[in-house]
């Protein structure tokens, strides 16, 4: 594929930049001393850090339309060195930044970018308040990602450079992930056929990992479209055939069909063309689905299932039916060796101080949202995740397609609160305050000193393998979801972002005239409701 080639030749003419250098024996104390002093770097640059999180939430970008955040992310991994490849898969908001010190592993950090739609919200404010009535939200907290990626590249950059470790970090955006619709078309243009491990971060109410098969599903995304014929409603109805008529009767049988699903599958679906005006038989529709299972097996049932019921439906009303896969997800299974190393690393920097403020606003939000427990911010980690012995169902990521193509974990961070519902506005209030930047600091910190684990100790990578093809790989081969031809589906969500950015734009956060967002907003933190 073009993107790899480009993507391969900027790795390897970086690496022959400084091929010299080798990778020398380091004892435990050297490391611990290392991992000691890359965790203080974090720590020295925690502003820039806070910068980065409340200028991307300022941006609340959808979907395929993270242009702002894209163009200000880049922009600070140029101004340190990295080399950028835009456009990745066809994507125009994609991209990976590539620096190299010479041999030694290739470890990817990737994160989520985008927002969610009708999730506006001041943060630090414990009610609904939108900073812009009806437009995107940080509401799942994707912001902080990223930027928290960026902090602990940075500081392991300037550790591998003094100290002469070869090695390269490559830091990646996880586009569109609310459509679960770039990282399988990453994985099928081969951009990480020559990654060692990717350590991917997410955005929780604690510091944690994982390992095994997780909690959650994994999906396919599928539109059916019908076309049909226009005609007078009242006038002669008869001369027409309603493409929504078709539509309807694909989701009444999908409706009927749920009553004999199993427990652990789950399906949504929306109408995306539902016609023009009444009087109007509609000429054309579509209803886009999600279908979700815990295994691949499953999904591809629920999917073929759905085909026979759209083709059963245009011959029902004489249209025609078209598909169109619009993301995929496969179940995610995450690394052993990977997970204990950094699980090793978490309980060394442990979790934030949390202010009076900070626990004030969380049991505000809490009480808000009528969540069960109204406890504050967590004050104990969490243990290592273990396998999932019983599977559970639930929401799906994309990372799952990484997961089995290189030795991944999800690396999860104290940016939100507890007890929330999620892709909800409620979900965005904590992501602008001291609470994420926190969060983000101790993530970034956890991040940085297990990526020098393993660029430190070939043992560890060469275990993480050993799991990834003896173990992850004895009973489950990965098989892409989506065919050559498949487009990811990147003029999703170009009408709503247009509608509201020229009233976002007003809301950016300038950074040369304001310490924080809060204070360019005006909030006095927390600001709760009886107040």
Same mark, same amino acid.
């Given at each position: #594929?073009?993107?790899?080639?480009?993507?391969?030749?900027? @790795?390897?003419?970086?690496? #022959?930049?400084?091929?010299?250098?080798?990778?020398?024996?380091? &004892?435990?104390?050297?490391?611990?001393?290392?991992?000691?002093?890359?965790?203080?770097?974090?720590?020295?640059?925690?502003?820039?850090?806070?910068?980065?999180?409340?200028?991307? /939430?300022?941006?609340?970008?959808? $979907?395929?339309?993270?242009?702002?955040?894209?163009?200000?992310?880049?922009?600070?991994? @140029?101004?340190?060195?990295?080399?950028?490849?835009?456009?990745?898969?066809?994507?125009?908001?994609?991209?990976?930044?590539?620096?190299?010190? $010479?041999?030694? +592993?290739?470890?990817?950090?990737?994160?989520?970018?985008?927002?969610?739609?009708?999730?506006?919200? !001041?943060?630090?404010?414990? !009610?609904?308040?939108?900073?812009?009535? %009806?437009?995107?939200?940080?509401?799942?907290?994707?912001?902080?990602?990223i930027p928290m990626n960026i902090s602990s590249a940075l500081a392991v950059k300037k550790i591998m450079e003094r100290e002469q470790i070869g090695g390269t970090l490559l830091v990646w955006p996880g586009i569109a992930e609310e459509l679960v619709a770039a990282k399988a078309w990453y994985v099928r243009d081969g951009l990480f056929?020559?990654?060692?491990?990717? @350590? /991917?971060?997410?955005?929780?109410?604690?510091?944690?990992?994982?390992?095994?098969?997780?909690?959650?599903? %994994?999906?396919?995304?599928?539109? !059916?479209?019908?076309?049909?014929?226009?005609?007078?409603?009242?006038?002669?109805?008869?001369?027409?055939? &309603?493409?929504?008529?078709a539509a309807e009767l694909m989701n009444i049988a999908w409706n009927y069909k749920r009553e004999h699903l199993h427990p652990l599958k789950r399906s949504h679906s929306i109408f995306t063309d539902s016609g023009d005006q009444p009087n109007v038989v509609p000429s054309k529709a579509s209803i886009w689905f999600y279908f979700r299972d815990i295994k691949y097996e499953g999904i591809m049932e629920m999917y073929a299932m759905a085909n026979d019921m759209a083709k059963g439906a245009a011959m029902m009303t004489g249209t025609t039916m078209s598909s169109k896969v619009l993301g995929t997800a496969w179940p995610r299974h995450y690394n052993k060796v990977i997970a204990e190393t950094m699980y090793g690393n978490i309980k060394q920097v442990g979790l934030p101080e949390w202010s009076e403020a900070d626990q004030k606003l969380a049991k505000a939000v809490q009480t808000e949202v009528g969540s069960e427990k109204v406890e504050g911010l967590s004050t104990e980690l969490a243990d290592l995740g273990l396998p999932v012995i019983?599977?559970?169902?639930?929401?799906?990521?994309?990372?799952?397609? @990484?997961?089995?193509k290189v030795p991944t974990v999800t690396l999860r961070y104290p940016s939100n609160i507890p007890g929330l519902q999620g892709h909800h506005w409620s979900n965005a209030i904590a992501?602008?305050?001291?609470? *994420?930047?926190?969060?983000?600091?101790?993530?970034?910190?956890?991040? *940085?000193?297990?990526?020098?684990? /393993?660029?430190?100790?070939?043992?560890? #990578?060469?275990?993480?393998?050993? !799991?990834?093809?003896?173990?992850?790989?004895?009973?489950?081969?990965?098989? +892409? #979801?989506?065919?050559?031809s498949d487009m990811p589906p990147i003029y999703l969500n170009k009408d709503k972002q247009e509608q509201f950015r020229p009233a976002l734009e007003k809301f950016y956060y300038d950074e040369t005239k304001y310490d924080t967002y809060l204070e360019q907003l005006g909030i006095q933190y927390p600001t709760l409701k009886s107040e």
């Amino acid at each position: #594929m073009k993107e790899k080639t480009i993507l391969l030749a900027a @790795i390897c003419s970086l690496s #022959m930049m400084s091929s010299a250098i080798a990778q020398k024996k380091r &004892s435990n104390k050297q490391i611990e001393k290392l991992k000691a002093e890359v965790a203080s770097i974090v720590e020295d640059n925690k502003k820039q850090s806070q910068v980065m999180v409340d200028k991307i /939430f300022s941006f609340s970008e959808l $979907g395929f339309q993270e242009v702002e955040s894209s163009k200000y992310l880049t922009g600070i991994l @140029i101004e340190n060195g990295f080399e950028i490849e835009t456009s990745i898969s066809g994507i125009p908001t994609a991209w990976f930044a590539t620096w190299s010190n $010479g041999d030694g +592993p290739v470890i990817a950090l990737g994160s989520d970018v985008d927002c969610i739609p009708k999730a506006s919200q !001041y943060p630090g404010v414990a !009610y609904h308040k939108p900073i812009v009535e %009806g437009a995107p939200g940080h509401g799942e907290g994707h912001n902080s990602g990223i930027p928290m990626n960026i902090s602990s590249a940075l500081a392991v950059k300037k550790i591998m450079e003094r100290e002469q470790i070869g090695g390269t970090l490559l830091v990646w955006p996880g586009i569109a992930e609310e459509l679960v619709a770039a990282k399988a078309w990453y994985v099928r243009d081969g951009l990480f056929d020559d990654i060692d491990m990717c @350590i /991917f971060t997410h955005v929780g109410n604690n510091l944690g990992v994982s390992y095994g098969p997780t909690r959650g599903t %994994g999906l396919i995304s599928v539109e !059916y479209s019908f076309d049909g014929e226009a005609a007078h409603s009242a006038g002669s109805p008869w001369r027409g055939k &309603s493409a929504l008529d078709a539509a309807e009767l694909m989701n009444i049988a999908w409706n009927y069909k749920r009553e004999h699903l199993h427990p652990l599958k789950r399906s949504h679906s929306i109408f995306t063309d539902s016609g023009d005006q009444p009087n109007v038989v509609p000429s054309k529709a579509s209803i886009w689905f999600y279908f979700r299972d815990i295994k691949y097996e499953g999904i591809m049932e629920m999917y073929a299932m759905a085909n026979d019921m759209a083709k059963g439906a245009a011959m029902m009303t004489g249209t025609t039916m078209s598909s169109k896969v619009l993301g995929t997800a496969w179940p995610r299974h995450y690394n052993k060796v990977i997970a204990e190393t950094m699980y090793g690393n978490i309980k060394q920097v442990g979790l934030p101080e949390w202010s009076e403020a900070d626990q004030k606003l969380a049991k505000a939000v809490q009480t808000e949202v009528g969540s069960e427990k109204v406890e504050g911010l967590s004050t104990e980690l969490a243990d290592l995740g273990l396998p999932v012995i019983e599977p559970v169902s639930g929401g799906s990521d994309d990372i799952g397609d @990484i997961s089995w193509k290189v030795p991944t974990v999800t690396l999860r961070y104290p940016s939100n609160i507890p007890g929330l519902q999620g892709h909800h506005w409620s979900n965005a209030i904590a992501m602008a305050t001291p609470i *994420a930047h926190k969060g983000v600091v101790a993530g970034a910190k956890v991040e *940085a000193m297990t990526i020098l684990d /393993f660029l430190l100790k070939p043992e560890l #990578m060469k275990g993480a393998w050993d !799991y990834f093809n003896n173990e992850q790989q004895k009973d489950t081969k990965y098989q +892409p #979801m989506i065919s050559e031809s498949d487009m990811p589906p990147i003029y999703l969500n170009k009408d709503k972002q247009e509608q509201f950015r020229p009233a976002l734009e007003k809301f950016y956060y300038d950074e040369t005239k304001y310490d924080t967002y809060l204070e360019q907003l005006g909030i006095q933190y927390p600001t709760l409701k009886s107040e």
